[in-house]
C-alpha cells in the first residue's frame, strides 16, 4: 500500500513543476511591460506670485507629473530632482528674475532633470504635487538659525546648537587662520570687479552720475519748478556704502575698494585677477561740425554719398572725391585739406557752419553735448470756477544735439556711434513756432585722425519777396499792377564732420612702443 502512495506522488511532481512554469510565462512579459516606465515631458514653467520673502512657480506635464524630491544642502541653491522626466525645446535650459529668485537651470542626471534655483538669500523649497499634471515649488527664505544649522530646515522648535557652538555670521565669515586685505581699484568700478570674480553677484554701479535738469521760469500760483532724475537719485542713495557679496568679497563704495578674506595664497590670486582688470581706457576727443551748404557747394566739394545707406563718406587724397564706407582708403584726405575746402565753399557764401562742437568720451562710454536755446510756448487750460484759466509755459530746445559712443580697438581704429539732431525755428502759426529737425542716426569705424562725413539731411526753404509802389499799390483792384511778389526756393543739405582722435593713457603708449620696435626688429631680420 506504501508503495501504491509513492508511485502517485511521484507522478503528481512534473504536473507541479509544468504548472509553475506555465505561470511564469504569463506573469513574465506582465512585468516586462510595467518595468518599461513612460517618462514624463516637462511643457511648461511658469511664475505665479513673487514677494520679497518667497516665490511660487508651476510646472505642467504630461502624460503625467513624475516623482519629486527636494534638496537643500546648499541654502542659496537649493534644488529639485525629476526622476524620469524630459524637458520640450521651448522651455529654455536657463530662466533669469529679479526677485527672490534670480535664475533658473535645467540640468539632466541620468534619467532624472534637476531644476537649480539662484536665490538672492538663503532658501529652502517646497514641491507639492496639485493634479492635472501639476507641480507647485514655492521657495521660501529661510532663517539664520536654519543658514547655520543650529536649527534643522523647516523646523518650528527650538534650537539645536552643536556641541562647538557657531558664531552668527554670513556662511563665508572669517575663519581662524584666514587674512584679509582691502585692495583700492584705481581705474575699474566696483561693480565691474565684483561682476567677474563673485558669479551671480549683482551690484548697482558706483559711479552713476545723475543730471539735474532745473525746470525753467519762476514757479508761481498755477506754476511749479521741478527737477528731473529725482526718483534715480532716491534710489541710488538707498544703496549701502558697504556690501557683502559673499565668497570671501565685499565692496566699499565710499573708497570704491574691495575687502577680500581667505587664505594668504587666494587672496594673492584675487589681486593678480584684479590687477588683469583694473587698467585704464582710451578716450577719443572728437571734433565735429555741423554744416550747412547748398547743392551747388555739396557738388563743388564734392561730396558723394554711394554706399548702401547713402549716409558715411569717407575723403580721399587722390581724387578729392569721397568712398563708400567700408572701403580700405589707404591715402586718406587729411583733415585739414577737408577743413579748407569747407571753408572755401562758405567764402563763396555757398553755406554756413551751424555749431562746431568738440566733446571727449572714454572707450566704451558716452558722450552728449547741447547747444540751442529753449524757446517758451504758453498754454491756456480752460479750469472750473471763478478764475478759470490757467496758463502754463513750456520750453521746447532749438539748437544742436549731438551723442557719440566711441569705442577704441587694438588695432587703432575707432568705432563710433553717433545720433546728432539740428532744430530751428522756421516760422510762426497762430503765435506759435514752428520747428524744423533734422536728425542722423549711424555707426561708423575709421582710423585715428581720419575724416567721415554723415549727410543725407536736406531741408527746403521757401522766401517769398513783395515790393511795391507806396500809395499805389495799396489801392484796391487796380493796386496788382503797382506790386511785384517773387519766391525763389533753395535747397540746403546739412552735413556732420567728425574726426575722432584717440588719447593714449601713458600705459598703452608704452605698449605700442613696445610692439614698433619688436615689429621693426623683425623686419630688420
Do not use: C
Not at 504630461?62 to 524630459?86: F, G, W
Not at 507647485?136 to 539645536?160: C, M, N
Amino acid at each position: 500500500m506504501m508503495a501504491v502512495h509513492a508511485r502517485v506522488a511521484g507522478h503528481r511532481i512534473p504536473f507541479v513543476i509544468l504548472a509553475l512554469l506555465a505561470a511564469i510565462a504569463v506573469v513574465w512579459p506582465l512585468a516586462t511591460a510595467s518595468a518599461q516606465v513612460v517618462p514624463s515631458v516637462l511643457e511648461e514653467v511658469r511664475l505665479v506670485s513673487e514677494d520679497e520673502g518667497a516665490a511660487t512657480f508651476m510646472l505642467r506635464f504630461s502624460p503625467a507629473e513624475p516623482r519629486v524630491a527636494t534638496i537643500d544642502k546648499n541654502p542659496t541653491r537649493p534644488e529639485l530632482v525629476m526622476a524620469t522626466t524630459l524637458k520640450v525645446g521651448r522651455v529654455p535650459d536657463r530662466q533669469s528674475y529679479r526677485g527672490l529668485v534670480r535664475s533658473l537651470q535645467f540640468v539632466t542626471e541620468g534619467s532624472s532633470l534637476v531644476l537649480r534655483f539662484d536665490t538672492a538669500r538663503p532658501s529652502r523649497i517646497r514641491a507639492e504635487q496639485m493634479g492635472n499634471n501639476a507641480v507647485q515649488v514655492r521657495v521660501e527664505i529661510v532663517s539664520d538659525e536654519e543658514t547655520l544649522g543650529t536649527r534643522p530646515i523647516g523646523s518650528d522648535g527650538e534650537e539645536v546648537v552643536p556641541q562647538q557652538e557657531l558664531q552668527r555670521g554670513p556662511v563665508d565669515s572669517y575663519q581662524p587662520g584666514d587674512s584679509y586685505e582691502l585692495v583700492f581699484l584705481k581705474y575699474a568700478d566696483v561693480s565691474e570687479i565684483v561682476g567677474l570674480l563673485a558669479e551671480g553677484a549683482e551690484i548697482a554701479p558706483n559711479d552713476v552720475f545723475i543730471r539735474r535738469e532745473p525746470g525753467f521760469g519762476s514757479p508761481g500760483a498755477n506754476q511749479s519748478t521741478s527737477y528731473i532724475g529725482a526718483p534715480q537719485q532716491a534710489e541710488r542713495d538707498d544703496q549701502p556704502l558697504g556690501q557683502n557679496v559673499g565668497n570671501g568679497l565685499a565692496v566699499d563704495r565710499r573708497l570704491n575698494a574691495i575687502w577680500i578674506t581667505g587664505t594668504p595664497e587666494r587672496i594673492e590670486r584675487v589681486k593678480r585677477q584684479i590687477e588683469l582688470i583694473d587698467v585704464p581706457v582710451d578716450s577719443v576727443i572728437l571734433e565735429t561740425q555741423f554744416v550747412e551748404l547748398t547743392e551747388n557747394g555739396a557738388r563743388n566739394l564734392g561730396i558723394d554719398f554711394t554706399n548702401s545707406n547713402g549716409q558715411i563718406a569717407v575723403g580721399n587724397l587722390a581724387t578729392g572725391g569721397f568712398l563708400p564706407f567700408g572701403v580700405d582708403p589707404n591715402d586718406v584726405l587729411p583733415s585739414g585739406q577737408l577743413q579748407a575746402a569747407i571753408y572755401a565753399q562758405i567764402q563763396k557764401g555757398e553755406g554756413r557752419i551751424v555749431s562746431r562742437p568738440r566733446i571727449a568720451a572714454q572707450s566704451g562710454s558716452t558722450a552728449k553735448i547741447i547747444t540751442g536755446d529753449a524757446l517758451p510756448i504758453l498754454t491756456s487750460i480752460q479750469l472750473s470756477g471763478v478764475n478759470g484759466v490757467s496758463q502754463q509755459v513750456q520750453y521746447v530746445n532749438v539748437g544742436v544735439t549731438l551723442q557719440i559712443a566711441p569705442r577704441v580697438s587694438t588695432d587703432g581704429y575707432i568705432t563710433s556711434k553717433i545720433y546728432g539732431v539740428v532744430s530751428s525755428v522756421t516760422g510762426f502759426s497762430q503765435g506759435y513756432p514752428t520747428i524744423s529737425q533734422r536728425e542722423a542716426e549711424t555707426s561708423a569705424s575709421v582710423r585715428d585722425g581720419e575724416t567721415f562725413v554723415i549727410g543725407g539731411l536736406t531741408q527746403e526753404n521757401v522766401l517769398t519777396t513783395k515790393s511795391k509802389i507806396p500809395l499805389l499799390g495799396d489801392i484796391p483792384l487796380i493796386g496788382a499792377a503797382f506790386r511785384n511778389e517773387r519766391s525763389t526756393s533753395t535747397t540746403t543739405e546739412l552735413y556732420i564732420v567728425i574726426t575722432p582722435r584717440i588719447v593714449r593713457h601713458r600705459r598703452f603708449e608704452q605698449r605700442d612702443a613696445n610692439m614698433e620696435t619688436q615689429a621693426s626688429g623683425e623686419i630688420e631680420e
